[in-house]
Structure formats: C-alpha cells, structure tokens
C-alpha cells in the first residue's frame, strides 16, 4: 500500500487542522492505520491508531482529548483532525499501515507515507 499525507501548514495556537492520509491499493480497509510525528531533533512518536473498522482508536497521553483519528474506508483515506493545537505539537506528521493489531509500536507498522509538516505559532 502506498501512503500520501496532507493537510499540513501554518496554525496559530489553539487553532485546528485535519490531516488527510490518501491510500492506494484494495485492501486499505484490511490494515490498522496510525499517526506519527517527528519534531525537529527528536525521534519519531504515536499520536493515534485505529483498527481496520474504526471501531477502535488509541491516542498518546499528549493528544488525547484534542486529536481525534477518523477513517473511510470507502474513500482509502485516514484523517487526524487536530483541535487546540500547541506549539509542542510542531512536527512532521506520519500516517502508517499495519497488518499487526491495534498498537502504538512504530516497528510494527511496515508502510509509510511522505510526511506533511504541521507548524503551530505561540
């Protein structure tokens, strides 16, 4: 499966953006997808996860409340809508695809899109 990302830009804080993760390919709707991010000078980390029916999403302690990961299937697409928006929230933003269950584990997730750069000003 191959992984486009959107919706990036430039948001003042408190603002909101969504993310928009486009999959090619027939079996999207078989895969677990997952958000990640990567600020400048730190590693990658998980933001969110859903399973493959949306019936289950996970989130990181630092998001959760203000980010809400979405999928449709119908559509191939992933979102992540982001609310209330910090600049420690400043980073590359990654969707992924798994064939593992539901997890936060970036090692499990085998299919990466290009990144889009969300950027949060004070």
């Known amino acids: 499966v191959q992984l486009q990302a959107s919706g990036g830009g430039l948001v003042q804080a408190g603002g909101s953006l969504r993310l928009s993760c486009a999959a090619s390919g027939s079996t999207f709707s078989t895969y677990v997808m997952g958000w990640f991010r990567q600020a400048s000078g730190k590693e990658r980390e998980f933001v969110a996860t859903i399973t493959w029916s949306g019936g289950s999403t996970r989130y990181a302690d630092s998001v959760k409340g203000r980010f809400t990961i979405s999928r449709d299937n119908a559509k191939n697409t992933v979102y992540l809508q982001m609310n209330s928006l910090k600049p420690e929230d400043t980073a590359v933003y990654y969707c992924?695809?798994?064939?593992?269950?539901?997890?936060?584990?970036?090692?499990?997730?085998?299919?990466w899109g290009q990144g889009t750069l969300v950027t949060v000003s004070s």
């Open positions: 992924a695809a798994s064939r593992a269950g539901i997890s936060s584990d970036l090692r499990l997730y085998h299919y």
